[in-house]
């Protein structure tokens, strides 16, 4: 089946810091990729969906020049964190569609990051 | 907007029947999804409905009307290892994006 990983899985930077997260489909190319943010105890929200040579697509109230993100191939996806503060501290997920399957409506999950800011 | 209603917390015993519903109002509708999360790792796929009625996989189970904007997730003979979060998810119409919008998610705790 599809394959989706990030790296790093976790990670712990300083307050003002900048941190890079990467998303990738490991055994498909994926035009689209989706950013998801969750709380502890809460559901994943979209922060953005990111596309294949152009600009993401970001959702309303999450600023684009602090969460930047760049879809350079069809298999690699990043979201960096820019100037992270203690309030961006949450679990990042990232995730694909296969868009060649039969099952093209099956979004794929990377394995999530933790970031802690301190 | 999107509105998607599911209730925080559930519990349930060993080898019972749960059923988790799911509301939903939202712009568009292309498909909803049930994922299952333990905590600290991500969501794993378990069924998606697109066409009213009861798509049955297993011990799992899901169920949709469109009309009543309405799902829900079967599980039967419950087991421990059942405890997690589960997730509804509709998929709208954005543009320009097939994303999913999802509900606050159900933890259900299986007791013995």
């Known amino acids: 089946g599809a394959v989706v990983s990030q790296h790093p899985s976790w990670v712990i930077c300083k307050s003002g810091t900048s941190v890079k997260i990467e998303c990738r489909s490991l055994?498909?190319?994926?035009?689209?990729m989706f950013w998801y943010r969750q709380f502890p105890k809460q559901s994943l929200m979209l922060m953005a969906t990111?596309?294949?040579?152009?600009?993401?697509?970001?959702e309303q109230g999450v600023e684009k020049d602090k969460f930047l993100i760049n879809h350079a191939s069809l298999t690699l996806s990043t979201l960096t964190v820019t100037s992270a503060h203690p309030e961006d501290s949450s679990f990042y997920i990232c995730?694909?569609?296969?868009?060649?399957?039969?099952?093209?409506?099956?979004?794929?999950f990377g394995p999530g990051t933790r970031l802690t800011v301190t | 907007g999107q509105n998607i209603d599911q209730p925080t917390e559930m519990t349930a015993t060993e080898g019972a029947i749960v059923q988790i519903n799911c509301t939903y109002q939202?712009?568009?509708?292309?498909?909803l999804f049930w994922y299952q999360q333990h905590a600290g790792e991500a969501p794993t796929f378990l069924s998606y409905?697109?066409?009213?009625g009861l798509e049955e996989k297993g011990r799992f189970s899901s169920f949709l009307s469109r009309s009543k904007g309405y799902s829900y997730l079967l599980l039967k003979e419950l087991q421990m290892k059942d405890s997690a979060s589960y997730l509804c998810?509709?998929?709208?119409?954005?543009?320009?994006?097939?994303?999913?919008?999802f509900g606050t998610g159900t933890r259900l705790t299986v007791i013995p």
């Open positions: 995730s694909a569609r296969e868009e060649t399957s039969p099952r093209v409506y099956e979004q794929y």
């Open positions: 055994d498909f190319q994926a035009t689209t």
């Open positions: 990111s596309n294949e040579g152009s600009k993401a697509t970001y």
């Open positions: 939202t712009s568009g509708f292309n498909g």
């Open positions: 409905n697109v066409l009213d």
């Open positions: 998810a509709v998929k709208g119409d954005q543009t320009g994006a097939n994303n999913l919008f």
